[in-house]
């Protein structure tokens, strides 16, 4: 059952539970929809979060203190499942207030890339952060973290491709601007000034954690998560 976290790379998305998961040998990642476990089809996974199920596939990076993937429902602790199960353990508050925040960039600038090759190289920006504290001191505590990721890359056009578009669709410039101008002759607009030139998604991710203890013997814990995004293109 390796840990997830421990074997992170730095290029990954922490917070991208499958991302995470494709990197232990036997699990190939399907995209963002799901993954693998021995050529096991993705619905005969499960995922849980402190034990309750789960059916996303991100947690905000901050709020995940340990996550394992099970590949046996051997275990009676576990079950529902017979490819893989991906077990998250969210961060609890303490007595001692805590805030994190930080920010990323990816200058597209900065980046190699070969080119020939046909997609754009996205500029990628994110936010995270968890705050948590005591409400009650030893008995009531919370913590709340968030992760926002933007992804924005510039769209290719035929009315102005690059070579490596031309070539991988067997076109040449005369061919476009054939096409352009019978297109032109019928009355239809090629210009596209009021759509935006770039493609854009935004990824947003939060989860709310409170423990409470109400004495030595017994704790209750209260979890809510959450994730949506927005994706636009002209």
Do not use: C, M
């Amino acid at each position: 059952e390796p840990n997830l976290l421990a074997g992170a790379l730095f290029s990954l998305d922490p917070s991208d539970l499958i991302a995470l998961a494709g990197q232990i040998p036997g699990i190939l990642a399907l995209g963002d929809s799901g993954y693998s476990v021995l050529g096991s089809d993705q619905s005969a996974n499960s995922g849980t979060i402190d034990g309750a199920k789960f059916g996303g596939s991100s947690l905000p990076q901050d709020a995940i203190a340990s996550s394992r993937v099970i590949q046996t429902s051997a275990d009676p602790r576990v079950g529902n499942f017979s490819g893989g199960q991906i077990a998250s353990i969210l961060r609890g508050g303490s007595d001692i207030f805590a805030l994190t925040a930080r920010a990323q960039f990816g200058d597209h600038h900065l980046a190699w890339t070969d080119p020939d090759w046909p997609r754009p190289i996205p500029r990628a920006t994110s936010t995270s952060g968890t705050v948590g504290g005591p409400i009650i001191k030893k008995k009531l505590h919370y913590q709340g973290s968030w992760g926002i990721r933007d992804n924005e890359s510039d769209i290719y056009s035929l009315l102005d491709p690059p070579n490596s578009i031309l070539s991988q669709y067997g076109l040449t410039l005369d061919t476009v601007a054939a096409i352009s101008h019978a297109l032109t002759q019928l009355g239809v607009p090629l210009s596209a000034a009021q759509f935006s030139p770039n493609q854009h998604g935004r990824n947003y991710n939060t989860s709310e954690v409170i423990d409470w203890t109400p004495k030595a013997t017994t704790s209750i814990r209260l979890t809510h998560s959450g994730s949506w995004s927005n994706n636009g293109s002209p």
